[in-house]
């Protein structure tokens, strides 16, 4: 069974430039969310999409966007980057909607904008 | 609004130790959930265990236990004779569903935890 997987690994941006991230669910998830994790801190949560539709947003401006496939893999979309987006970016996927299912991250994407 | 404390920011044990992570929550719904999550230098979150906010019941797996108290809204986590393996960054986490976040997961600011030899 393959896990959650994330490209890239690392990211450097300048500010102002635009960028995307990827995300692979696990087989058989249909439900992904995005966290971004800011260093010495917790995980904030951005969004999290399910069966292709946004089911939830965290406080993130809307210059913050996502995307999810068909085949339930996704996309996070950041434009005009600042240097305070320089975080890791974390990808989760779970087997539903429901709460009470675990989430699986992936490694991580560590964008860095200059 | 829901939020996670964990007071603890580090802590430093040696080998063999047995070492208790504290987490504290803040939750309207009565129906929740509770995480515990690894986080080792690799970056990668590992999922530790899962409690229902209905089920009070504590846990002994291997090493590990945990102690889910809703009286005081808290729920612990030991690790009996730490490894230096164990040397990660654990989150608790807490996660409901409303109409805004879906089923997004809290987190607390994580305990660094260092287990020398």
């Known amino acids: 069974e393959t896990g959650v997987t994330q490209s890239p690994t690392h990211l450097i941006k300048t500010r102002g430039q635009q960028v995307t991230l990827r995300c692979s669910s696990q087989?058989?998830?249909?439900?992904v969310s995005w966290y971004q994790q800011a260093l010495g801190q917790g995980p904030q949560f951005i969004f999290q999409?399910?069966?292709?539709?946004?089911?939830g947003r965290g406080n993130f401006p809307p210059r913050f966007s996502g995307l999810q496939f068909p085949n339930y893999s996704s996309e996070l979309n950041v434009n005009a980057l600042e240097l305070d987006d320089s975080a890791l970016y974390l990808c989760?996927?779970?087997?539903?909607?429901?709460?009470?299912?675990?989430?699986?991250f992936g490694p991580g994407t560590r964008l860095t904008v200059t | 609004a829901q939020k996670v404390t964990q007071a603890q920011t580090e802590i430093s044990v040696v080998e063999k130790e047995d070492v208790t992570l504290d987490c504290v929550y803040e939750t309207r719904d009565t129906t929740y959930y509770l995480f515990w999550y690894k986080q080792p230098p690799s970056g990668e979150l590992v999922f530790l265990i899962r409690?229902?906010?209905?089920?009070?019941q504590n846990e002994i797996s291997g090493r590990y236990s945990w102690n889910f108290q809703k009286s005081t809204s808290s729920f612990n986590f030991t690790i009996t004779a730490s490894q230096v393996v164990d040397s990660a960054v654990y989150f608790c986490a807490l996660s409901g569903y409303t109409d805004q976040a879906g089923t997004a997961l809290i987190f607390g600011k994580g305990t660094t935890l260092s287990v020398s030899s």
């Open positions: 989760a996927s779970t087997l539903s909607s429901r709460p009470n299912h675990e989430q699986y």
């Open positions: 999409y399910y069966r292709e539709e946004e089911n």
């Open positions: 409690r229902n906010s209905f089920d009070e």
């Open positions: 087989s058989g998830h249909n439900t």
